[in-house]
């Protein structure tokens, strides 16, 4: 049983749609990172989180911490927004989703 | 701020040979660093957490004699793969944070290191 379900796994989306990828964990957590990685493999950590929500430019994330559920939102989508989205929660140790790979069609 | 420098960012190496892989947190102390490893089409996979002046922690499955980590300071973790074999090529990456453990510090990725082991 995976202790993290990410979905959609692939998402390709028209430049300006509105954007939200959804994960769901299974184990108590004390916080939720998002990660962005590039084609080159290279990640950033765009948010990490504990409750509620964050909003950094054009992405959002929320936190349900009684549904043990995240969703990253991205507005006014773009193609450098392309990229493999990835949830990690962490507790005791780090769990990762399989994560999302978004193409953002100019 | 929060920059981690990896490098190299690739290397082909020979089979039986060892490679050091470098991981520097070049404006902050971390007092914690992880190393991944992840298969193309995968996600990340943790193998150890590391922290300065003590021994890594492994998680299970990765051999710790064949993976050496030392973090011999708040801004350098080290990870040599040992008499490397072709299975040993992936993609590797630290992150480091100024927190202990996975305590939900906010994590600092380096760009990684690919491997191939010919």
């Known amino acids: 049983k995976n202790e993290v379900e990410q979905s959609p796994q692939n998402l390709t989306a028209q430049e300006g749609e509105f954007i939200t990828i959804n994960c769901s964990y299974s184990v108590g957590i004390s916080a939720l990172h998002w990660l962005q990685q590039h084609p080159g493999g290279g990640i950033v950590s765009l948010f990490m989180l504990s409750s509620g929500k964050k909003k950094h430019g054009r992405l959002i994330a929320t936190i349900n911490i009684q549904e043990k559920h995240s969703s990253l939102h991205i507005t006014a989508s773009h193609p450098r927004d392309s990229a493999v989205y990835i949830c990690a929660p962490t507790g005791n140790q780090f769990y990762f989703g399989t994560g999302t790979s978004l193409t953002v069609i100019p | 701020g929060a920059v981690v420098s990896q490098h190299p960012s690739w290397v082909i190496c020979k089979s039986g040979t060892s490679v050091k892989i470098e991981c520097r947190s070049l404006d902050f102390q971390a007092t914690t660093m992880f190393w991944y490893r992840q298969f193309p089409k995968q996600s990340l996979m943790l193998m150890a957490t590391s922290n300065e002046g003590s021994k890594a922690t492994y998680e299970q499955g990765v051999e710790k004699d064949k993976f050496l980590i030392n973090h011999a300071s708040l801004t350098l973790s080290t990870l040599t793969v040992t008499s490397a074999h072709p299975e040993d090529s992936s993609f590797y990456i630290c992150?480091?944070?100024?927190?202990?453990?996975?305590?939900?510090?906010?994590?600092?990725f380096g760009n990684g290191t690919r491997l191939t082991v010919t």
């Open positions: 992150s480091a944070s100024r927190g202990t453990g996975s305590s939900g510090s906010p994590l600092h």
